[in-house]
């Protein structure tokens, strides 16, 4: 057998590191997958990269994670820049403000957190100078947590119903957190709640729209959201533990 080095460089510890976390996670993704019936490729793991910096961003997309999400869009900027020429697809998953919509259009793939209708306006305009389409998700309030964002469960089939002045918008589904209190079960109801209104307003999407994707999940409660139809995950903590962030 050859000899092991008697402790390996840094870089490759880390970048050992950020590969067995990925590793733990899409495990637990298909385990919790299985147990709903549910193939495990329909969910996407968004790998929240907002604790860390760009080259440590980098050591996930080389572990094998494409989806990258920051929640702060000037973060999200600077990482893009940074990473510029890898096969990065961007999320930005927090709130958006109006005047950063521009920018953050260029380097996203796709926009979670769209949570009122002068934001989804802003984004129609800005796409269609851009002459692109911005692909989105509506942030629902599902928890009523009076300290979050997000249209209220009660908004939303106007804010579905008026989808078609939107020509350069694409929503492709809906988006939650959580409420911070109550644990596992509180965050299981909560998604629960966020896809029975989903399927409700399935049938109302105006053509060019869908409410296919379901964002919802962190590293605290992904599991819960996967039983409950979740297709894209936004994991941060859980991938950088042990790094000492
Ligand atoms: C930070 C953040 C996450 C990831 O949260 P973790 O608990 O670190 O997994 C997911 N979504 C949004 C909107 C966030 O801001």
Same mark, same amino acid.
């Given at each position: ?38 193939? @495990?490729?329909?969910?996407?793991? #968004?790998?929240? $990269?907002?604790?860390?910096? %760009?080259?440590?961003?980098? *050591?996930? &997309?080389? +572990? ?88 209220? @469960?009660?908004?939303?089939?106007? #804010?579905?119903? $008026?989808?078609?002045?939107? %020509?350069?918008?694409?929503? *492709?589904? &809906?988006? +939650? ?69």
């Amino acid at each position: 057998m050859p000899s092991q080095p008697l402790s390996p460089s840094p870089m490759t510890n880390r970048q050992q590191v950020v590969r067995d976390n990925l590793a733990r996670i899409r495990e637990r993704v298909a385990e919790a997958a299985h147990a709903a019936d549910r193939p @495990a490729e329909s969910i996407t793991l #968004v790998g929240v $990269t907002k604790y860390v910096d %760009a080259p440590t961003a980098a *050591l996930l &997309l080389e +572990a094998g994670c494409r989806d990258l999400g920051e929640s702060r869009p000037q973060a999200l900027w600077e990482k893009a820049a940074t990473l510029e020429g890898k096969p990065v697809r961007w999320h930005q998953v927090g709130h958006l403000q109006r005047n950063k919509v521009d920018q953050t259009l260029r380097h996203a793939s796709l926009i979670h957190a769209v949570d009122s209708r002068r934001l989804l306006a802003a984004i129609n305009s800005s796409a269609a100078r851009q002459d692109m389409t911005a692909r989105v998700l509506l942030e629902v309030n599902i928890s009523g947590d009076a300290a979050k964002h997000g249209f209220s @469960a009660a908004d939303m089939p106007t #804010v579905v119903a $008026t989808l078609g002045d939107h %020509a350069n918008v694409q929503v *492709l589904g &809906l988006m +939650a957190m959580a409420a911070r209190e109550g644990g596992h079960a509180t965050a299981r109801e909560n998604f629960a709640a966020l896809r029975r209104l989903r399927d409700n307003l399935r049938s109302t999407v105006p053509e060019g729209h869908s409410l296919s994707e379901l964002s919802m999940g962190m590293s605290g409660d992904f599991e819960e959201a996967i039983a409950e139809g979740s297709t894209l995950i936004r994991v941060g903590s859980a991938l950088w533990e042990g790094l000492g962030i």
